[in-house]
């Protein structure tokens, strides 16, 4: 058996994944046992530490994915399948990625991230680009109750390069993942922090106001100074893997604490006597939008599925 070595899943495509090592960058397959079965979720991803073998011409085998510290996932299903697509292994971070304009922002999109987020306990931290286009004021209206509940909210623009390097500080030393809807700006964001980096963007459609879904490919960029950053196709829906409609409540933050204070230890906070969150939406602690988004994720026909736009 000739010897491993451990490598950086640093791009996935077509079933080849680049492994980044310290003998250079290896086009890997996953080695066939590791494929038998029928799979529930993806079994390699990238951001994944992998132990490889590896060939004089700079291709390879990945014998084994080392356990991951965390998993950035979404829920794929059809008729007869349930699957589990990774967005980003062992991220440290993740930038949740909006515009402020172009696309409208659609909050109850941001709320389910933040879910996943939370349920995957990745830090995050919400970036709301194209300030040029509608002024710090208008985004800080749109996204400030964010910050009320403790999220950390950076304003930037690609074009203009404001709030770069406050976007820049979260990035030292980690594996960072943008996520976000298409056309909001994540690639331009990246060819901005890496100058060297050329990545492709698109146009916002002007008559649908969506992106285009320009970047198709997952890959992780190595900082300057230290870490990655991860460029990642725009998402359109994010349906909740393995998260149940009775724990949703845990995951939004301003919620969490205050539901040990309802009557019942069931409660779903929807209409139950004594609910302390109810209570604390009539007097405005929590902001009416992001309970609304609660309850849609909890009672929305199937809690888990994501409304199609
Ligand atoms: N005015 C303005 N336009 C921006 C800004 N950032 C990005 N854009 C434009 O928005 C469009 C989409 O940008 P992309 O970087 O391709 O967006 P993306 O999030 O990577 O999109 P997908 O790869 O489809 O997920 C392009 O036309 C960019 O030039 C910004 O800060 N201000
Ligand atoms: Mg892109
Ligand atoms: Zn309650």
């Known amino acids: 058996m000739p010897d491993l070595i451990q490598g950086l899943v640093i791009r996935t495509q077509a ?5 980044q ?8 397959r996953l080695r066939g046992r590791l494929r038998k079965g029928r799979a529930e979720g993806d079994l390699v991803a990238v951001g994944d530490q992998v132990m490889i073998e590896p060939q004089p011409d700079m291709t390879g085998s990945i014998e084994k994915v080392l356990p991951r510290k965390s998993v950035f996932s979404r829920q794929l299903s059809g008729v007869n399948y349930n699957y589990q697509q990774i967005i980003l292994a062992n991220a440290d971070l993740a930038m949740l990625v909006f515009a402020c304009a172009d696309p409208e922002p659609r909050l109850k999109m941001l709320d389910r991230f933040l879910v996943v987020t939370e349920r995957a306990q990745i830090p995050a931290v919400i970036v709301v680009n194209k300030i040029d286009r509608c002024g710090f004021e208008n985004a800080r209206s749109k996204f400030s109750l964010y910050k009320d509940i403790g999220y950390e909210v950076v304003y930037v623009s690609a074009k203009t390069g404001e709030g770069l390097e406050e976007m820049r500080r979260h990035l030292a030393g980690k594996l960072t993942t943008l996520a976000g809807p298409s056309g909001v700006g994540k690639s331009s964001l990246i060819n901005l922090i890496l100058p060297d980096v050329k990545l492709e963007t698109g146009v916002v459609g002007e ?16 900082l300057p100074e230290g870490g990655y950053i991860a460029d990642v196709p725009g998402l359109r829906t994010l349906a909740l893997w393995d998260i149940e409609a009775e724990e949703l409540d845990a995951y939004f933050v301003e919620m969490a604490p205050l539901v040990p204070d309802c009557q019942f230890n069931d409660c779903s906070h929807s209409h139950e006597p004594g609910c302390a969150v109810r209570k604390a939406v009539a007097s405005g602690e929590i902001h009416p939008d992001r309970y609304e988004s609660y309850l849609r994720l909890r009672f929305g026909g199937d809690a888990m599925e994501d409304e199609e736009e």
């Open 15 to 19: 079933g080849y994944q680049h492994v």
């Open 21 to 28: 090592t310290d003998s250079g960058v290896y086009v890997c």
């Open 207 to 222: 008559e649908s106001g969506r992106g285009r879904h320009t970047t198709q490919v997952r890959q992780l960029f190595e």
